[in-house]
C-alpha cells in the first residue's frame, strides 16, 4: 500500500491507447491540493471523470484511502454513487429550477428533510453565502453558483474533492477573490483535493504540487517551483511556457565550487554543478525569464560579470506594469532570449526596438536536462 493510501489519499493508475489515449499515474494525499496542468485535449477532465466513475478506462487501478474503486486485472469497478466523490463541473451543473439551498438538499437526501435544510444552510454559510439560500442560479453571479456548486460537491463529505476548471467561467476580479476563498476554504478539508487548470499561474498559486500532462500521460509531478524551475526535459520546459531552451555541451565539472562549465554559441557559462552528465556530453538546458537580469545603464550592479552576453533587442512590447523583450545574440541572429522587465526600468535604460544591451544569466537559474529530440511536440 502506498502512502497516499495509507494517509487517506488517493492512488490513480490508468492505460489506455483509444479513444482517449491515457498512462497516467500519480497520487494525492489527504490535505493535498494537486493540479493536473496541460493543454487542451491532455486528458486532464477524463482522468477526473475517471475518478468519479463516469468513465472507465480500458486498463488501471484508482485506490482511495482502502478502498479500491477500480482495478482491471480483479475487475472492480465501484459505481459512481457509491464512490464518496465531491465533483464541481467545470458550467456547475446547477439545477436551475431550484434554489441555491434546494441544489445543495440534492447531496443530503441521506438525512431526513429538517437535518437537509439545516446541513445545506450551514454548507452555505462555510462558502460564504448566508443569507442567499433561496436565490435561483440565474439570481445568482457566476462566482456565487460556483461556491454554491462548491457547497454541493462537500455535502456528504466526500473522500476526495474534484474541482474541473471550476475558475473558468468568472471574470478576473471574481476569480482572484475565489482564489482567496478555496484558499481559505482548503484550510478545512482534510481530503484530497484534485484541481483541473490550464493555468500554469492559477496552478501554482492554489496547489502543493503540480502533475503536467501531455496527450494523456503525466510527465512530471512535483511542487510548482520545481517544475517550472527543474523540469526533466525540453518538453516540460515547453508546456509550462518556458522560452528559452537551448542546446549545450558539458565542458568542465568543478566539484570544489558546486559549478559545471556548459558550451554555448561559443560562449562558457557557468552553471550549478551537474556530474551526472558526463564531460563533453550534450545536453538540453533551460533558464526561466527571471533568471535573466538587464545590465543597468545607471547603477551597474557585480551581477554583469555573472554569465555575461550581449545583444540588440528585436521585439520590444509594453504589456501594462512589464515589458516583454526578445534579445537577439550578437553574432547569433537567430538566437533569442526572452525576458521581461518592469516597464518603468525600460524606460529608464531608454530600451527600445534596435538597441544594444547586456543582459547576465544567473548560474543558478541554470538547469541542465537530459537531451530531448528536436521533434518532441508540445503540443495536441
Request: hydrophobic share 40%; proline share 6%.
Amino acid at each position: 500500500m502506498s502512502a497516499p493510501e495509507k494517509a487517506g489519499g488517493i492512488q490513480i493508475e490508468l492505460q489506455q491507447r483509444a479513444p482517449i489515449q491515457l498512462d497516467a499515474d500519480f497520487a494525492c494525499a489527504r490535505g493535498e491540493v494537486l493540479a493536473l496542468v496541460g493543454p487542451s485535449g491532455s486528458g486532464k477532465s477524463t482522468i477526473l471523470r475517471a475518478i468519479a466513475g463516469l468513465y472507465r478506462p480500458s486498463k488501471g487501478r484508482i485506490v482511495c484511502g482502502a478502498d479500491v474503486w477500480f482495478d482491471t486485472t480483479t475487475g472492480i469497478h465501484v459505481p459512481t454513487p457509491q464512490r464518496s466523490v465531491g465533483f464541481v463541473f467545470q458550467s456547475y451543473a446547477l439545477f436551475p429550477h431550484m434554489s441555491a439551498v434546494g441544489n445543495i438538499e440534492t447531496a443530503l437526501n441521506h438525512l431526513p428533510a429538517q437535518e437537509r435544510r439545516e446541513r445545506a444552510h450551514k454548507l452555505l454559510a462555510q462558502v460564504h453565502l448566508d443569507g442567499l439560500g433561496s436565490r435561483l442560479p440565474r439570481e445568482l453571479s457566476g462566482g456565487q453558483q460556483q461556491r454554491v456548486a462548491v457547497a454541493r460537491a462537500l455535502a456528504r463529505d466526500p473522500e476526495i474533492l474534484l474541482l474541473d476548471e471550476p475558475f473558468s467561467a468568472v471574470d478576473r476580479v471574481t476569480r482572484q477573490k475565489l482564489y482567496r476563498e478555496l484558499a481559505d476554504l482548503r484550510k478545512t478539508l482534510n481530503m484530497p483535493v484534485i484541481l483541473v487548470t490550464h493555468d500554469l499561474d492559477e496552478a501554482a498559486m492554489l496547489c502543493d504540487r503540480m502533475c503536467i500532462l501531455h496527450r494523456g500521460r503525466t510527465l512530471q509531478t512535483a511542487p510548482p517551483d520545481e517544475i517550472v524551475n527543474q523540469p526533466i526535459d525540453r518538453l516540460v520546459a515547453r508546456l509550462t511556457d518556458c522560452r528559452n531552451i537551448f542546446k549545450g555541451k558539458v565542458r568542465e565539472h568543478q566539484p570544489v565550487t558546486g559549478t559545471s562549465l556548459l558550451q554555448w554559441n561559443g560562449l562558457t557559462l557557468e552553471a550549478p554543478l551537474y556530474e551526472r552528465f558526463a564531460v563533453g556530453e550534450e545536453c538540453d538546458w533551460m533558464i526561466p525569464a527571471s533568471g535573466i537580469v538587464l545590465h543597468r545603464h545607471d547603477r551597474p550592479s557585480r551581477g554583469e560579470h555573472e554569465n555575461p552576453v550581449h545583444g540588440t533587442i528585436v521585439e520590444f512590447t509594453r504589456l501594462g506594469v512589464n515589458t516583454s523583450i526578445t534579445l537577439a545574440l550578437r553574432g547569433e541572429a537567430t538566437t533569442t532570449l526572452q525576458f521581461s522587465v518592469p516597464s518603468h526600468v525600460a524606460q529608464r535604460n531608454r530600451l527600445a526596438n534596435g538597441v544594444d544591451i547586456g543582459v547576465s544569466l544567473l548560474k543558478d537559474s541554470i538547469h541542465m536536462m537530459s537531451r530531448q529530440s528536436e521533434t518532441s511536440d508540445a503540443h495536441d
